[in-house]
């Protein structure tokens, strides 16, 4: 469905599971919501603000899920968590824009965040893309930083196995996620 008012684009992606993860921007369109939907309910929307996301919910009728935003969406992401109180399970941010930027999550107050939040950057990724990473799992509280091996910015297809294998199981135990908040790496 097309709301040209609000910027908002959504399209049930499908998936199967009881547990449903809007999935944002190009995320939605990856292998990696493929893969997601033999796990989880996906639901595919491409919004500009927290404000348009808000709306999709309503429109789609949901009160709890997961938020997968790759780095074009994840400031919209962030700042949807800061106001989405105890509907939003977890959040999980594929190589977001750098902190150290202009960008809008340098203004967030990040340490607001209340659901777990996996941040996953690739060993290749620029320097600044790693140090990004680390001052995410400082500033929010609940954060899993960690690092996919061999993947550039693109670590949907650069390692789409690694990637979604640790996506599902943060998904899957949120806090109970087996890696620890320090720095992660996910090799081959």
């Keep these: 469905m097309e709301d040209s008012g609000n910027h908002v684009s959504s399209q049930k992606t499908g998936g199967v599971g009881e547990k449903t993860v809007i999935m944002l921007h190009s995320s939605a369109k990856s292998a990696l919501g493929d893969r997601l939907s033999r796990d989880f309910r ?3 929307v491409e919004v500009r603000t ?3 996301l808000a709306g999709a ?4 009728n949901i009160s709890n899920f997961s938020l997968v935003a790759d780095s ?3 400031s919209a992401a ?13 959040l999980t941010l594929i190589a977001p824009q750098a902190i150290s930027t202009n960008g809008a999550a340098k203004d967030l107050p990040l ?11 690739g060993t290749r990724d620029e320097v600044a893309a790693q140090e990004s990473g680390r001052i995410f799992a400082r500033r929010i509280p609940r ?15 650069d390692r789409p196995d690694a990637l979604y294998a640790v ?3 943060f998904l899957l135990y949120a806090d109970k996620f087996v890696f620890p908040h320090e720095d992660s790496a996910i090799n081959p």
């Design 167 to 169: 996506v599902r199981d």
């Design 143 to 157: 954060c899993f930083y960690t690092l996919v091996y061999d993947a550039g910015r693109d670590i949907v297809a």
């Design 72 to 74: 074009l969406s994840a």
């Design 42 to 44: 996906i639901i595919a």
């Design 78 to 90: 962030m700042a949807f968590a800061l106001e989405s109180g105890d509907s939003l399970e977890t």
């Design 111 to 121: 340490e607001e965040i209340k659901p777990p939040t996996l941040v996953l950057f």
């Design 57 to 60: 919910l309503k429109q789609h």
């Design 50 to 52: 927290a404000h348009d």
